[in-house]
């Protein structure tokens, strides 16, 4: 089990883990915590994580409470019996790290979200292990968290995506009001203003009017040096629908999240606690249907693997606009992925046990590929 990771989605990663141990049959799995440090390290954590929620782990993160021991260990970028090396400073040198003892691991469960573990990066790295391990591969994981390219990708299968614009970085600091009249042009206020790459509604604004504009664009590129500006959806409810499987993946029943405050931002997601949800949501059994068949058709376009959970806003007129999909979505028994499986009567522990069976499969069909002539 990897959690933790480098991005903003650190905390709410440790709440994902502490719930999938806590539910993991021990008769059939030996867990391994592997904890990746918000510096990066890899460490075999002394203890499993414990969290009662999200907003328990980020609590006790900024209290500074969260115990952090463990040994460092690293993937070595090869197929072979050790999937981890416990890494060993002799004398307590750090200058002087050595390699020790290996740990061969079956299967890997990367409860991580948001860049460096959802984004393909960390899957590549499976990849070259030659390590099994759940949820998406590398296309989809890379595609899917990029908003721009996922975008690009939905519309080309005829979904319907709100328009958007892509500002780079260097444009923007290059001519901030061209490109602040280009995208008052083009799009249709309210914006929404968005690092391509990044999850958890980190670094997202809702802008009424150009002069808010420049405020939010500079906070997205903080994040990001790509960003995506769109136009808003107006009193779009928020449909949710999870996905699960390989070649013939099923979708779960719908559901709605009604957030508290003026978007579904940070602190209504994890924080307040205020945000309310409706599984499944109340939809006509067609619309229901619609989004069950999207979220497959999204989950396709990128060549999903093992699990998603993909996000539609869905207007007062009745339009219905794919807005995301997440490859790693949040992971908690409380979570809308467990609870839309759950609804639709896959419980939480025999959805680990369907995840693990689906990376064994696909990672069994991967050894067969042949890689050379000879
Ligand atoms: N085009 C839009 N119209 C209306 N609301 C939007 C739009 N885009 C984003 N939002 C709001 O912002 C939230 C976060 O945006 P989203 O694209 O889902 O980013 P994240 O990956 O951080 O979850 C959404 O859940 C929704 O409340
Ligand atoms: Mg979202």
């Not at 990897?2 to 994902?16: P, T, V």
């Not at 691991?105 to 860049?115: Q, T």
């Not at 602040?180 to 790459?197: E, M």
Request: overall charge negative; aromatic content about 6%; glycine content about 10%.
């Amino acid at each position: 089990m990897l959690y933790g990771g480098r991005s903003g989605e650190h905390e709410i990663s440790i709440a994902s883990a502490a719930a999938v141990f806590a539910n993991l049959d021990r008769d059939r799995y030996d867990p391994v915590a592997l904890r990746i440090e918000k510096d990066g390290r890899w460490i075999l954590a002394d203890r499993p994580p414990t969290a009662a929620s999200a907003a328990a782990v980020i609590a006790q993160m900024r209290n500074g409470e969260r115990g952090r021991g463990g040994r460092e260990v690293l993937m070595p970028a090869r197929p072979g019996g050790d999937t981890l090396l416990r890494l060993a400073r002799p004398g307590g040198d750090a200058q002087a790290p050595a390699l020790m003892s290996g740990l061969g691991l079956d299967v890997i469960f990367p409860v991580l979200h948001g860049p460096y573990g959802e984004d393909g990066t960390v899957q590549g790295l499976f990849d070259l292990a030659g390590v099994a391990y759940v949820g998406c591969g590398v296309l989809a994981s890379a595609a899917g968290m990029d908003k721009d390219v996922a975008k690009t990708l939905f519309q080309a299968r005829g979904l319907r995506v709100t328009p958007w614009v892509v500002v780079r970085q260097h444009a923007w600091q290059a001519g901030r009001d061209q490109v602040i009249r280009t995208l008052s042009t083009t799009l249709t206020y309210p914006l929404f203003v968005k690092p391509a790459n990044l999850g958890s509604s980190l670094g997202i604004s809702k802008v009424s009017a150009p002069d808010a504009l420049g405020e939010a664009i500079d906070l997205a590129a903080a994040f990001d040096p790509k960003i995506v500006v769109e136009t808003g959806v107006p009193d779009a409810r928020e449909i949710e629908c999870a996905v699960l499987g390989n070649e013939s993946p099923e979708a779960s029943v719908p559901g709605e999240i009604a957030a508290s405050g003026e978007f579904y931002d940070y602190e209504s997601k994890y924080l307040s606690g205020a945000s309310r949800e409706t599984i499944p949501a109340h939809l006509t059994s067609e619309i229901a249907r619609e989004v069950q068949r999207q979220a497959l058709v999204a989950f396709d376009a990128l060549e999903g693997t093992g699990l998603a959970r993909v996000d539609f806003l869905l207007s007062s007129s009745g339009e219905l606009f794919i807005n995301e999909i997440n490859t790693m979505p949040g992971f908690t028994t409380i979570s809308m992925y467990s609870k839309l499986w759950a609804a639709s009567g896959v419980d939480y522990p025999t959805l680990i046990d369907r995840l693990i069976t689906l990376a064994l499969e696909r990672h069994a069909h991967q050894q067969q590929r042949r890689l050379s002539a000879f």
